[in-house]
């Protein structure tokens, strides 16, 4: 059974930092990339951040390049985002997502999300 499960979600103060976690079983985890999306009251969900299946390239959304990092344990199967500086923009539901293969091939697998809140 495939499970992706997202943790370290928290309300936090603007300037604040957060480190999200999102343990993965049952399928081989070093053969998918991994990724970061956010879904914000009313807005689509978006990529925040994607990492390679070695970990060997990242890519950020424009609006956290600076701010947030990408990182994975391809032994402990899992996946972070380490996410500083934190703005109220940044307040949504982080989804974390595995994707092996391109397009109509590739197979998806989807997190339940966690809640990050920045707020004072």
Known sequence: QVQL???????????GSLR???AASGFTFSRYAMSWYRQAPGKERELVAVISSTGGSTNY???VKGRFTISRDNAQNTVYLQMNSLK???TAVYYCNARQ???SFSTVYWGQGTQVTVSS
Do not use: M, T
């Open 20 to 22: 999200l976690s999102c």
């Open 88 to 90: 109220p923009e940044d």
């Open 61 to 63: 959304a424009d609006s």
């Open 5 to 15: 499960v997202e943790s370290g979600g928290d309300l936090v103060q603007p300037g």
């Open 101 to 103: 293969g391109i397009g």
